[in-house]
């Protein structure tokens, strides 16, 4: 696969293709549950890719199959990013019945 490393305004190269963890995604974004009105729920719209906007990016993939791994692997992250997030909700939810 070809990295496609590309140079931001500052000179820092970055690989466009590069994902961090999704637990760590996922523990960042539920950091900010309650905060500026920040819902769950709201929170999922921001992780998730709209269907309409799955089709547009598997239509590329078949469209331009360099770029088909890739595209995929951004699809699975986002999954991932998705059931970590919930998972750590499950969590908090557990921990408060337990407490209450």
């Known amino acids: 696969m070809q990295p496609y490393v590309h ?3 500052n000179g820092t190269e970055f690989q466009v293709w590069q994902f961090s963890e999704p637990r760590m ?3 960042a974004l539920f950091a900010l549950l309650g905060r500026n009105g920040d819902t769950e729920e709201s929170l999922l ?3 998730r890719i709209a269907p309409q906007d ?3 990016l ?3 993939a078949a469209d331009c199959p360099g770029l088909a791994a890739h595209i995929g692997r951004a699809l699975q992250y ?6 970590e997030f919930r ?3 499950r969590r908090r939810d ?5 407490a209450a």
């Open 78 to 83: 986002r999954l991932r990013v998705e059931e």
């Open 7 to 9: 140079k931001n305004e």
């Open 25 to 27: 995604e996922a523990k």
């Open 94 to 98: 557990r921990a408060h019945c337990i």
């Open 54 to 56: 799955q089709a547009v």
């Open 58 to 60: 598997r239509d590329c």
């Open 45 to 47: 719209e921001l992780i």
């Open 87 to 89: 998972a750590l909700c």
